[in-house]
């Protein structure tokens, strides 16, 4: 069976440039999950949707990040006006139930973003 | 921030011989998980283990945790060339009785094993 995709599997911009960054969930997974890898901060926990409750925004960068999940399955995350730090891997993720611990992950590849 | 803490950074050993990382964390858990990761790929779901368990295994794999000091580790046994990867153990933190979504990943050990 198909798991997560994400697109684009690697994305180049210009520093102050919009981006915009997918993934299609397993088919039946309500909850996904979005991380970003970069050398110096590790992985990191940005956003998280399950079903229809409001997402936990708790681990957004800043004000330029944003993320929705339309029709509880494929996923966008935004990045407004990027910036050079913003550069990482952009690891997106889904399981089958609320709680991490209940469930296993199961990630992308990932959107490797690099900012000129 | 990152709550778990992992080592050795790296370890690099011979095909056949067994690798054990360790793995620290800070606060109260639901369930601590282990994940590979190979160059360039997303990460694999390795094992899961309850805080109210002590050692799991499965297949080569061996997980320990020790909730009083906050710590695991996996050990790789009979290891070989293909499980050269980076390992991340992470959890999943204990909100009022419920395991909540969000993960929390440590540093990673980089494993290279030699043919």
């Known amino acids: 069976g198909a798991g997560v995709s994400q697109s684009p599997s690697n994305k180049v911009t210009e520093k102050g440039k919009d981006v915009e960054l997918r993934c299609d969930p397993i088919s039946g997974h309500t909850a996904l999950y979005w991380y970003r890898q970069s050398l110096g901060q590790g992985l990191e926990f940005l956003i998280y949707?399950?079903?229809?409750?409001?997402?936990?925004k708790s681990g957004l960068p800043s004000d330029r990040f944003s993320a929705e999940r339309t029709g509880g399955s494929v996923s966008t995350l935004t990045i407004q006006r990027t910036q050079q730090e913003d550069s990482a891997v952009y690891l997106c993720?889904?399981?089958?139930?609320?709680?991490?611990?209940?469930?296993?992950?199961?990630f992308g590849d990932g959107t490797r973003l690099s900012i000129l | 921030s990152q709550q778990g803490e992992e080592d050795p950074q790296a370890l690099s050993i011979q095909e056949g011989e067994n690798a054990t990382m360790n793995c620290s964390y800070k606060t109260s858990i639901n369930n601590l998980q282990w994940y590979r990761q190979n160059s360039g790929r997303g990460l694999v779901h390795l094992i899961l283990?309850?805080?109210?368990?002590r050692e799991k295994h499965s297949g080569r794999l061996r997980v320990t945790l020790d909730t009083s000091k906050k710590s695991s580790s996996l050990l790789i046994t009979a290891s070989r060339a293909a499980d050269t990867a980076s390992y991340f153990c992470?959890?999943?933190?204990?909100?009022?009785?419920?395991?909540?979504?969000?993960?929390?990943f440590g540093q990673g050990t980089i494993l290279t094993v030699h043919p």
């Open positions: 949707f399950q079903g229809n409750s409001a997402p936990d």
């Open positions: 993720a889904s399981s089958l139930a609320r709680g991490a611990g209940n469930q296993p992950q199961h």
């Open positions: 992470a959890t999943a933190l204990n909100a009022g009785g419920t395991s909540y979504g969000k993960l929390t």
């Open positions: 283990i309850r805080s109210n368990e």
